[in-house]
T-cell receptor, first 112, second 114 residues
Framework: GQQLNQSPQSMFIQEGEDVSMNCTSSSIFNTWLWYKQDPGEGPVLLIA?????ELTSNGRLTAQFGITRKDSFLNISASIPSDVGIYFC????????????FGTGTRLQVFP | DTAVSQTPKYLVTQMGNDKSIKCEQNLGHDTMYWYKQDSKKFLKIMFSYNNKELIINETVPNRFSPKSPDKAHLNLHINSLELGDSAVYFCASSQDWSALSPLHFGNGTRLTVT
């Protein structure tokens, strides 16, 4: 079935570094969402994007809806230890009835 | 607290048994979902209900039967459990069925079938 590919699969960085990850699809998506999952918990919404080219920030996080509608990017600036977790992109292909498809996840590890 | 809550958090059972997972949301949302997360952390939708009506039923074995007694509850019953059913099951809800409504997830139920 349809899958969103995220890269990198995992990242090991030092506290204070900036992080970039992306999510790509072979087909057009009309909504992109970014979630973070901590161990033992459910995914929590970070940022929602609804328009091609849209750039939205949430604190140290910034996400962009790719202009081709086939990709999205998430940046984290000045990482801190609590940024550790798995980051998922998710998308919907239509504005109406369509399921939310999740990406393969990027596992982030931050070392002090 | 306003949230999506699911019970139990852990469920260990033997092959062949029947089990249920319950989910409740007090966010006033119209739409609820069940997702399965496998050992590689991949999240895949199983079912979605909008105002108690089934609107998505992915290719899930019919041993899995969702039930929505009202729009605040979506329970998942699983018959004749198999080893491959071991996973974390997440309930989620959204305001409505439109793409403008992000999903809010519960904390998951880790099912282990032995």
């Amino acid at each position: 079935g349809q899958q969103l590919n995220q890269s990198p699969q995992s990242m090991f960085i030092q506290e204070g570094e900036d992080v970039s990850m992306n999510c790509t699809s072979s087909s057009i998506f009309n909504t992109w969402l970014w979630y973070k999952q901590d161990p033992g918990e459910g995914p929590v919404l970070l940022i929602a994007l609804y328009k091609a080219g849209e750039l939205t920030s949430n604190g140290r996080l910034t996400a962009q809806f790719g202009i081709t509608r086939k990709d999205s990017f998430l940046n984290i600036s000045a990482s801190i230890p609590s940024d550790v977790g798995i980051y998922f992109c998710a998308g919907r292909r239509s504005y109406n009835t369509d399921k939310l498809i999740f990406g393969t996840g990027t596992r982030l590890q931050v070392f002090p | 607290d306003t949230a999506v809550s699911q019970t139990p958090k852990y469920l260990v059972t033997q092959m062949g048994n029947d089990k249920s997972i319950k989910c409740e949301q007090n966010l006033g949302h119209d739409t609820m979902y069940w997702y399965k997360q496998d050992s590689k952390k991949f999240l895949k939708i199983m079912f979605s209900y909008n105002n108690k009506e089934l609107i998505i039923n992915e290719t899930v074995p019919n041993r899995f039967s969702p039930k929505s007694p009202d729009k605040a509850h979506l329970n998942l019953h699983i018959n004749s459990l198999e080893l491959g059913d071991s996973a974390v099951y997440f309930c989620a809800s959204s305001q409505d069925w439109s793409a403008l409504s992000p999903l809010h997830f519960g904390n998951g139920t880790r099912l282990t079938v032995t």
